[in-house]
């Protein structure tokens, strides 16, 4: 994907506008522990998903309205992969209910009720019975159970036998690392959410230099924002450059 692709995030015609006045350094980038300093608005509606070959499955069986075996689903990918954003849009076509796997409510919903329940690798062993019961009330009514984690259901820990017979007997579709066209539109889609205009080729260069990734491109963006912020310019070739090169050289 090229920026003439990618006009709508990278166009030259972006103005130049005043952004928040915070002033922070720049950090090096680190995968693993995204600096996020404000709650920034993210756009998580269907046309914000950017469908690729590495998304394509999940995103085909999540909003794509195909039959989940048995009327249960294992959405599983690493963080910042998409999981929420699938949800939020299941959410919007199906009117399902979303719950924390953290803290998890014993109350059964509607039969026939459509039910998310995020992030399974955190399930409280207190909560296994709740999301058993949870789990059979919703197969019986002709309901819909979509589970998210960061691993596949063998991995979550269960306890409790029959509820991990049932979770290990659920259909996974998987998230993949990011394609090249998938990770210059997250790239893209980092900038956008943060109010961010990058000079031309800006997105282009940041993609053959981080690791193929989510969550490094959430982190490269970050990066960027905190230099541009400190320097008061735009995300220039130069800018990407000298924070990449700062990131790669740092212990």
Same mark, same amino acid.
């Given at each position: 994907?090229n920026d *003439?692709?990618? !006009?709508?995030?990278?166009?030259?015609?972006?103005? *130049?506008?005043?952004?928040?006045t915070?002033?922070?350094?720049?950090?090096?980038? =680190? &995968? *693993?522990?995204?600096?996020?300093?404000w709650?920034?608005?993210?756009?998580?509606g269907?046309?914000?998903?950017?469908? +690729?070959?590495s998304n394509?499955?999940?995103h085909?069986?999540?909003?794509?309205?195909?039959?989940?075996?048995?009327?249960?689903?294992?959405?599983?990918?690493?963080?910042?992969?998409?999981?929420t954003?699938?949800?939020r849009?299941?959410?919007g076509?199906?009117?399902?209910? $979303?719950?924390?796997a $953290?803290?998890?409510?014993?109350?059964?919903?509607?039969?026939?009720?459509?039910?998310?329940v995020?992030?399974?690798?955190?399930?409280?062993? *207190?909560?296994?019975t709740?999301?058993?019961? @949870?789990?059979?009330?919703?197969?019986?009514?002709?309901g819909?159970?979509?589970?998210?984690?960061?691993?596949?259901?063998?991995?979550?820990?269960?306890? @409790?036998?029959?509820?991990? !017979?049932?979770?290990?007997?659920?259909?996974?579709? $998987?998230?993949?690392?990011? =394609?090249?066209?998938?990770?210059?539109?997250?790239?893209?889609?980092q900038?956008? =959410?943060?109010?961010?205009?990058p000079?031309?080729?800006?997105?282009?260069?940041?993609?053959?230099?981080?690791?193929? +990734?989510?969550?490094?491109?959430?982190?490269?963006?970050?990066?960027?924002?905190?230099?541009?912020?400190?320097e008061?310019?735009r995300?220039?070739? &130069? @800018?990407a450059?000298?924070? @990449?090169?700062?990131?790669? !050289?740092?212990?």
């Amino acid at each position: 994907m090229n920026d *003439e692709q990618l !006009s709508l995030f990278a166009g030259e015609d972006w103005p *130049e506008k005043p952004r928040r006045t915070t002033r922070t350094t720049a950090p090096a980038i =680190d &995968a *693993e522990q995204l600096p996020f300093d404000w709650d920034l608005p993210v756009a998580l509606g269907p046309e914000d998903f950017f469908v +690729s070959d590495s998304n394509m499955d999940a995103h085909a069986m999540v909003a794509g309205g195909l039959r989940w075996p048995e009327g249960k689903l294992a959405l599983v990918g690493p963080e910042g992969s998409g999981k929420t954003h699938l949800v939020r849009i299941w959410q919007g076509l199906a009117g399902a209910e $979303r719950r924390d796997a $953290r803290e998890l409510s014993p109350d059964l919903p509607a039969p026939g009720s459509m039910v998310a329940v995020e992030d399974l690798e955190a399930l409280p062993r *207190e909560s296994e019975t709740a999301l058993f019961h @949870l789990h059979n009330h919703l197969l019986a009514t002709g309901g819909r159970l979509l589970l998210t984690s960061d691993r596949p259901p063998a991995r979550w820990g269960v306890r @409790l036998p029959d509820l991990a !017979s049932r979770m290990q007997a659920t259909t996974v579709v $998987r998230l993949e690392p990011p =394609d090249d066209m998938l990770l210059e539109a997250l790239i893209a889609k980092q900038f956008a =959410d943060r109010q961010l205009f990058p000079a031309p080729g800006v997105l282009a260069f940041v993609a053959r230099r981080i690791e193929r +990734s989510h969550a490094a491109a959430a982190a490269a963006v970050a990066a960027l924002d905190r230099a541009s912020l400190s320097e008061g310019r735009r995300v220039s070739l &130069a @800018l990407a450059r000298r924070v @990449l090169d700062s990131a790669d !050289s740092a212990p």
